[in-house]
């Protein structure tokens, strides 16, 4: 193992009865930075996550986690993990105090170390206005905050992050994105599942595409983006006619609303650009607006797999 990972994977294959859904899954995850696995619906993050986190399991390679085999020093692994599973794991009826309390017991503090702690976590992640209400009544981003909080207990070196925000508000989804800043500013190594292009593109230092049980690409949000080599010119036309003249003189791009066009124009796009303004002009229609827009990791999903993100 090379001590400067906190994670690494090599060949992990697992199989659900006849079905294979991780089919040789290579990962490193250098201490104190974030890797997101982004993948769709089914690509086997939460497999991956629970087989990291010795819940699950596997057929086939290496796994280490803080330098602990995940086969065979299960409780290495589970002393240096925390994870935040994928559905809340809080118990409605009792307080978010009384629920980090009973998660430090169950971490074998004793009942004084219990409370402090328990204090403490409310406060850092904005709860303790809301420590003594029952947590059916939170709002889902109160809720991830408690079940994060609950997996910080122990203040862990690694963490496991499954899907955080899915199903939240653009705001809670926002307040989790600077949370999670904080963790990795205090050290920590993250590994987190999403679905989300932006969230990776927010937050990861690397980012793994998974998709079908393989990484099909890897690489920094700008590497992913230049693999794509494209940029898109977005013209919009002042009514139809100039939209279906446009379409004519440019060939086969698609209109993407009712009065705009999207056209593919290379990275370095200065004389691309001006070749697509020619031939408009050449057919005398005119844009009323033109904007060229980076590739996005959607568009890089879509490159890599011949599909949109979470279509299959
Ligand atoms: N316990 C299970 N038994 C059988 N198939 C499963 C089980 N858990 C997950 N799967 C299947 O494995 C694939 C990967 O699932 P999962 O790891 O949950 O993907 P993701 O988290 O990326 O959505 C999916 O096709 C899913 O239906
Ligand atoms: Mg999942």
Known sequence: MDPGYAIEVSGLRKSYGAVEVLKGVDLRVERG???ALLGPNGAGKTTAVRILSTLLTYDGGTATVNGYDVATQATGVRRSIGLTGQQTAVDGLLTGYENLVM??????????????????LLDRFGLSDAA?????TYSGGMRRRLDLAISLITAPPVLFLDEPTTGLDPRSRGEMWQTVRELLAGGVTVLLTTQYLEEADQLADQIAVVDGGRVVAEGTA??????????????????QRSVGAA????GADQPRADRELTVSVAVDHASDV??????????GVRPERLFVAEPTLDDVFLTLTGRPAGDR
């Open 103 to 120: 998660m430090s017991r169950l971490f074998r503090l004793r009942p004084a170390a219990a409370r402090a702690r328990s204090r403490e």
């Open 222 to 239: 700008t590497q992913l983006k230049q693999r794509v080599g494209a940029e898109r010119l977005e013209l919009t036309f002042a009514d």
């Open 132 to 136: 003594d209400r029952q947590v059916k």
């Open 33 to 35: 930075s974030l890797l």
């Open 274 to 283: 001006k070749r697509v303004l020619d031939r408009l002009a050449d057919s």
């Open 247 to 250: 379409l004519t003189a440019l």
